[in-house]
């Protein structure tokens, strides 16, 4: 099996620093250095995200280098829609990152000020797909205007960017998960045939549980399907550990995904463990974080034939392709499970499933 192949890009080791005296002026209209700091980082065509950054007091201390606060995953074709000429904005794309104080909203009736510190600017290159790590950025840099009465530096900002090679192998199920169709596997135009999967309640005795999926619905003005997936192990404490939770749009289907690198932010673990091999799932091995698969589903009601992508290093065989397979046809299986029923009297308004 060929993989495709992807590039990850990791923005960390996140800190902003203030010259003391800007932290203690109030000519110069940044908050105290109590008050919270937030830097939004975008990239064309991925929605931005938002994030906490932390405030370093001492001079001397630098952020933890191994911290990873944001990740993009670009395809071939992300990087060169990032760098073609377009009709509707500049042909130059940019990773930019601008730092504000404080948050949006407001707080009884009382808008809540924002102001902005500075933004740190990347150009997008070609380059960017090689497929070689590289670092790209990592240091402190000024974002913020200097204040040239005094000769005291502006804000400065710390943050490591860096570019790893991340491919995948995509593959693709011919028909809807029920009718236990053949999976292909994607190769730009090229479908190439792998395995075909049969869901029978009956399984061989050599084989081991190894995860548990429950799903369920949500109602609200936009009723959603929570996907909730725990690996089982004996060596774990408690023998289950949560590795996603993902709300799945009902009406309009969405992604379910495993990326340790979001599970371990949210929860301070360390790496998650991952199944050696579909027939062996008695011993799990710690992995590097990171993204491990997606799914793409339908809404319900619709023939939905899941795309999959995997990290190519969760995969050594076609047997830990397959059970990454299996957990895809399952959630795909689980938006028509969680489709209310209606009887004559009463209305169930949610149901829960377990794979």
Known sequence: MDPQAFIRLSIGSLGLRFPGSTLNSVKSGIQPFSSSCVCEIRLRGFPAQTLTIPLVSNPEATPDCQSIASSFYLEESDLKALTAPGCFYSSQAYLEISVFTGRKGSHCGVGNKRQQLGTFKLEVSPDWGKAKPVILFNGWIGIGKSKLDSGQPGVELHLRVKLDPDPRYVFQFEDVTRLSPQIVQLQGSIKQPIFSCKFSHDRPESWQPWGKLEAWRERGLRDSICCRFRLLSEGQEGGELLVSEININAEKGGEFFIDTDRQMRASGQTPIPSPRSSGDFGGLSPVVGGFVMCCKVRGEGKNS??????????????????????????????????????????RVSQTRHSW
Request: charged residues 25%.
């Open 305 to 346: 034939k899941p795309l999959v992508q995997l990290a190519m290093r969760h995969v050594t065989c076609v047997e830990d392709a397959a059970i990454f397979m299996a957990l895809a046809a399952a959630v795909d299986l689980s938006i028509e499970a969680c489709r209310p029923f209606r009887r004559k009297m009463r």
